[in-house]
C-alpha cells in the first residue's frame, strides 16, 4: 500500500480552479470534494491488513486441520496486480497536447506582433476627420474606386459593397 500512496501524483487544486469555467465550478467543487473524501479515507486505512491470529483460531475452531489448510492456502495466494496500459498513452496523448500548446503560443505571438504593427499604423495615421479621399486610399489600399473599370457609380460591383 505504500507503494501505492508514494505513486499517487498531488493535485494543485488552486491551479486546477483557476482553469475551470464559471459556468462548470459546480461540477469542480463536487470533484473536489469527492477526491478530497476519497483521499480521507484512503489516509485512514493502515499501511498493512492486520495480521491474522491464527493461533486464536486453531483454539475456537473445533475441526482439527481446518486452520492449518486456510492457512497454508491464504499465504499461498497472491493477488496480480492489474497491469498499466494506459500510463504510455497517456503520457503521448500529454506530449502531442504540450506540443500543439507550444504551436499555438508561438502563433499567438506572431498574430500579437502583427496586431501591434497594425495598432500602432492606427495609432500614427492622420485623424479619420481630417483626411482627405486621397489619404484614406493611401491608408487603405482596399477602399480605392476603380474608375476605370467600373465608370458607374457606386465604382464597385454590387457584390463587393
Not at 54 to 72: L, N, Q, S
Not at 133 to 154: G, M, Q, R, S, V
Amino acid at each position: 500500500m505504500a507503494g501505492r500512496r508514494a505513486a499517487l501524483k498531488a493535485i494543485d487544486w488552486l491551479a486546477f480552479a483557476e482553469r475551470v469555467p464559471p459556468n462548470q465550478r459546480g461540477i469542480f467543487n463536487s470533484l473536489k470534494t469527492r477526491s478530497d473524501a476519497i483521499s480521507a479515507k484512503l489516509a485512514s486505512l493502515p499501511e498493512a491488513p492486520a495480521p491474522i491470529d491464527w493461533a486464536y483460531y486453531r483454539t475456537v475452531v473445533a475441526k482439527p486441520g481446518m486452520v492449518d489448510e486456510f492457512e497454508k492456502k491464504f499465504s499461498s495466494l497472491k493477488v496480480p496486480e492489474p497491469a498499466d496500459t494506459q500510463t504510455s498513452a497517456i503520457n503521448s496523448q500529454e506530449a502531442e497536447a504540450n506540443k500543439n500548446a507550444v504551436s499555438y503560443i508561438e502563433a499567438s505571438k506572431a498574430r500579437i506582433t502583427s496586431y501591434e504593427k497594425e495598432l500602432e499604423k492606427f495609432k500614427n495615421m492622420i485623424p479619420f476627420d481630417q483626411m482627405t479621399i486621397e489619404d484614406l486610399n493611401a491608408a487603405f489600399p482596399e477602399t480605392t474606386l476603380d474608375k476605370a473599370k467600373h465608370p458607374y457609380w457606386p465604382h464597385k460591383p454590387i457584390a463587393e459593397l
